[in-house]
């Protein structure tokens, strides 16, 4: 049977917290702070995982499974969509039928849907079963930062964050490196099959650890019609900007799409402002901190998640690394990002979130531009500085961002705040693949036939060009069989140059997002309603 306990949340104009109606400390494994803080991070490592584990496999699905470049994009893009879509209402789900139901069902599907994606022998049921990935991956991201906030103590909750947040950090960099090895050494199915042990694992320690906790006035029914009208606003704006390099940016289907989203938006705060229990009260968003947390989290995902898309085919294409290879390359990034947070979490609570937060996007943005300097001749070493200060960069950011967010809402809506941080950072990732993927394609079709011709190499016609320009917005030379060793060397150089100088790009509108990023950062505080899931259990 579930245990359940009940917690009073304090309103935004509360002056301080309601005593909870169940005091007792828990004693047991059941509701065990510590041990709930283990169970949920095993959960989210896997989602956190897949955000970017799949990047390095994704040459090799490319080549196994005949795939375009549109395609490679849309495993990413499918992925995040989904999470971003429906992270919100997945938060909801939580707040009124309990956080612990919720992740239990959302691992559980994760890890059948991940040994799906093993066993697919085509992209479009990859893709397919990517989408069903994100969507379980929405119910169970939102309900761990409920839990945690429901169970930890206020004096522990942002250690508690920090390692939560460590956690993601360590498994979105480390995702290449594990990915790596699992591709040269086994296969690229291999990279989902291993969520599903994981999740078995999650699975058992949840329905032996965690309690339910749930708000005395959480939500007792469900705005549909504001989850129809933001999930449809989400979608238009996604897709649209995921499509436009296909359909042009100047196109009327693109801002027919465009359009649409904002339509949609403004419905959605119309109606939010009518209905009885809405799915997200607009009386959030007047918490300066916590709008600024919320696009913190976008503007930083732009940055590193459509950043590390490009990264990874530079390493495996351009340097000619083998998985593993590249995924060590990224060790630094990975290593800082383990080390950082956890102090990043201890300055936070020390110096509260605003210096650390701004700190940590300037490195990043210095990060970025120094990556937009490398060729194909860099080193080791000189990566390495880049990889690691861009990890020291993002580790105050995904904690402390987290505790902004979640920390300044009131404790019936901490679901609904979870879904808001990881929609952020998955309409962001998303975002940043699209955003810098249209960057990229435009500076390759506007270099490439200059390029090619200034080479001496034969002319293309139109479809062999925009054949030759595909391969190359992924670092690969298109190298025809049979062709001469010089005229193929002249076309290996050509589309290296071609790729690093559309890369190079990218990172400098990356860093551009990260220094607005910045200031963004001065807007936030510590969270003001953190003491509303104090009393839930002492440590």
């Known amino acids: 049977m579930t245990s359940q ?65 549109a395609d490679v994009q849309w495993i990413t893009n499918g992925y995040f969509l989904a999470l971003a ?16 139901q919720t992740f239990l069902i959302g691992v559980s599907g994760f890890a059948l849907a991940s040994g799906a994606i093993g066993l697919s022998h085509s992209i479009a049921f990859v893709v397919t079963f990517r989408v069903l990935q ?11 930062l409920g839990l945690l906030r429901a169970t930890f103590p206020a004096e522990k909750l942002n250690m508690a964050i920090g390692l939560w947040g460590m956690v993601i950090g360590a498994s979105t960099a480390g995702g290449p490196i594990l990915g790596g090895v699992l591709v040269e050494h086994v296969n690229w ?18 329905l032996l650890i965690l309690r339910d906790h749930r708000a005395e006035n959480a939500p007792r029914s469900f705005d549909i019609l504001g989850i129809a009208l933001l999930s449809g606003a989400m979608f238009c704006l996604v897709w649209a900007l995921i499509k436009a390099p296909t359909w042009g940016w100047a196109s009327a289907t693109t801002w027919s799409f465009l359009a649409v989203s904002v339509l949609g938006f403004a419905l959605f705060a119309f109606w939010e402002q009518k209905v009885a229990e809405p799915l997200i009260p607009l009386g959030l968003f007047r918490s300066v901190p916590l709008s600024a947390g919320v696009v913190l989290m976008v503007l ?46 201890a300055a936070i609570t020390k110096l509260g979130p605003r210096i650390p937060l701004a700190g940590g996007m300037a490195a990043t943005a210095i990060a970025m531009f120094g990556m937009s300097t490398l ?45 808001l941080q990881q929609a952020a950072m ?61 005229i193929a060397a002249k076309i290996t150089q050509v589309a290296h140059d071609t790729f690093i100088s559309g890369m190079s790009l990218a990172c400098l509108v990356a860093a551009g997002v990260a220094v607005v990023a910045v200031f963004v950062a001065l807007l936030t505080k510590r969270g003001e309603n953190v003491e509303a899931g104090a009393g839930a259990a002492h440590i």
Do not use: C
């Open 189 to 206: 199915q291999s990279v989902f099959f291993i969520n599903v042990p994981v999740g078995a694992i999650a699975l058992v320690l949840g």
């Open 134 to 144: 994100g969507l379980f991956g929405a119910l169970l991201m939102p309900a761990a």
């Open 5 to 69: 306990t009940t917690i009073s949340a304090t309103g935004p104009g509360d002056k301080a917290p309601a005593a909870p109606s169940d005091p007792t400390p828990s004693t047991g494994l059941r509701g065990h702070p510590w041990f709930t803080l283990i169970t949920v991070a095993v959960g989210v490592m896997m989602v956190a995982l897949d955000g970017t584990i799949v990047a390095i496999a994704n040459p090799a699905i490319q080549k196994d499974l005949g795939a375009s470049f």
């Open 426 to 486: 998955q309409i962001g990732g998303s975002l940043g693949t699209a955003v810098l993927g249209a960057v990229m394609a435009s500076r390759v079709d506007s270099d490439l036939p200059g390029n090619w011709a200034d080479a001496g190499l034969p002319k293309l016609t139109q479809p062999q060009l925009d054949a030759a320009a595909e391969a190359v917005q992924v670092g690969v030379a298109p190298v025809a069989k049979g062709t001469p060793e010089a």
């Open 375 to 419: 060729t194909s001749d860099t080193g080791s070493a000189v990566m390495s500085i880049w990889f690691a200060l861009l990890g020291l960069g993002l580790a105050p950011v995904m904690v402390g961002a987290t505790e902004v967010i979640v920390g300044n809402a009131p404790m019936e809506l901490s679901g609904v705040a979870g879904g």
């Open 85 to 100: 879509v429906s992270l919100i209402t997945a938060g909801k789900l939580g707040d009124r039928f309990g956080h612990r």
């Open 300 to 345: 930083m995902a732009i940055a590193f998640m459509g950043g590390l898309f490009f990264v990874t085919f530079y390493l495996q294409n351009v340097h000619g690394m083998s998985p593993i290879d590249a995924g060590l390359h990224l060790l630094p990034l990975t290593g800082m990002m383990i080390v950082g947070s956890p102090l990043a979490g």
